[in-house]
């Protein structure tokens, strides 16, 4: 990798709320001092905003990104652009967009990059620049409920990646297994900062006072039942709270219901303070829709909760339905709101971080690998 620039093209924008890209991409900057990488962020898109009824916001373009600790400065990059027409007003608004990513990088002075595609949409700029290219597949888009274009594009375009990508890494064993039944694939999982667990934090001021059963991640339809969420909140009445921490992209007719319900919606928070709020938990909660894109998924909170060692309910999702852990309680439908209620008003539980849980400085070793088997590097050989 020495003297390798990388693109990542990826599913979330650069903030605060770190998820798989951000650890594995800090971890590759610290790991390699002369690596540069510049971050395709999703682009804005001003009209679905105003449909919305939100402010609209054009892209941010090109500039440099936050300050990491142990990176020197000019080294990480963000682009975003603005999606002005939906694709069926704009066909060649992706290829264009595309162009645009290339120009960037040739700004920027970046040589011959590889290309990290975390977005099936990234096959636009491999078709556009052919660059090396690993496929870090983290969702099965393919199974997502879209409409029938969009599911279509999103097949096209993960066929064309699968085929044209040097390496393509996965997140997790169902994954693993529908995505290498046609060509040889890599298992990085996701992982979890242990040390970050181990220091013991204050309550967090907004955390409700009394018994609370907190879910960290982001609120979507894609994963998170909101009906659960709502049967949960009206189940644990005044003697709890079903807390949800992170970033709310839901309709704002599911909000309402939620807040009626009694739900306690935080927003989004640092990743630095997530932490705390799992630490001062009574209880972890997975309210997740069960389905085939939700099964291909190797949810953060997996290790997260784990690290942090607080009781768990969770609907059964992979990673959880098969836990072998006294602390995790599966249940789904009616069982899942008596479970939490149950856990919750049970009594104090003291915490019980778990031993052996993947870290991010491990998971960047294997993402490491196939970066550098994709760029032609001697490697030793990773488990695949």
Known sequence: MNGRDVVLVSLEPWDEV??????L?????????????????????PLHDVVRRVRPRAGRGLRPGPRLDGVGEGRLWLLQQSKWLPRRADPRGDRRRARAVRTASVRLGLHEPLLWANDPGA????????????????????????APAEHARVVAQEARLLEAAREVTVCSPALARRKGAARPVTLVTNGVDVDAYRRRRARPADLPAGPVAAYVGTLHRDRLDVDLCVQTGGALGPEGHLVLVGPVALERADVERLRSAGVVMLGARPFTEVPAYLQHATVLVVPHVVDGFTDSLDPLKLYEYRAAGRPVVATGVAGFRDAADPAVTVADGDGFAAAVRRTLLGGPVPSAPAGDVPTWERQVTLFAGALERAAGVPHAATPR
């Open 18 to 23: 770190w998820r798989r890209n951000q650890h």
């Open 123 to 146: 096959a636009e700029v491999h078709a556009v620049t052919g660059w090396r290219t690993v496929y870090d597949v983290t969702d099965d888009w393919t199974s997502a409920r879209r």
């Open 25 to 45: 991409a800090a971890g590759l900057l610290r790991r390699y001092p002369d690596l540069r990488l510049l971050v395709v962020e999703p682009p804005e898109d």
